[in-house]
């Protein structure tokens, strides 16, 4: 019986929404808006551990377990897809171990609210979850503030 240890990616991006009473959901905490557009809050850095997560764990991704055709999905709180997305890994036999996230967006200033975005995923997970913020430097769509980029690494354990 050996431990085998394996990695997944997660990467989602979201565009702003159009419609000024959207929240603007990251990593489970509410910010200023303007909100970012999408079938659940779209919370672009849960969507990218969850699809971290399931990648490690050889579920497939996001789209799969919770279809954006889903109905009952409408304006879903994104941190309970990633309790269940947990489950699932963990049903499948696998514990988390880390995940990490770069968030890529030009604004708001995440720094002030890392520590809470940290605490909610890590609680989510079961497992240390870290946050980075990451400016595009004015470069490209992200840059122009267009939308919300994510990504997220995760590693899981098992006996496998
Ligand atoms: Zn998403």
């Known amino acids: ?5 394996r990695v997944g990616q997660g ?30 809050d779209a919370d672009a ?19 799969q377990h919770f279809p954006d055709s889903d109905p009952s999905l409408a304006g879903a709180d994104s941190l309970d897809l990633l309790r269940r997305a947990v489950a699932a890994v963990r049903a499948a036999g696998w514990v988390p171990g880390n995940v990490d996230c770069t968030v890529v967006l030009e604004a708001p200033r995440l720094a002030p609210r890392r520590a809470e975005m940290q605490e909610r995923l890590t609680d989510a997970v079961g497992a240390p979850v870290t946050v980075k913020g990451k400016r595009a430097e004015g470069l490209g769509a992200l840059g122009r503030r267009e939308g919300i980029a994510c990504f997220a690494v995760a590693v899981v354990t098992g006996e496998g």
């Open 45 to 63: 850095v849960a969507h990218a551990v969850i699809d971290a997560l399931l990648g490690a764990a050889g579920l497939g991704d996001i789209g």
């Open 11 to 40: 990467f989602d991006v979201h565009p702003f929404s159009d419609d000024p009473g959207r929240a603007l959901v990251l990593g489970g905490v509410p910010f200023e808006g303007p909100g970012l557009a999408g079938h659940s």
């Open 1 to 5: 019986m050996s431990l085998t240890v």
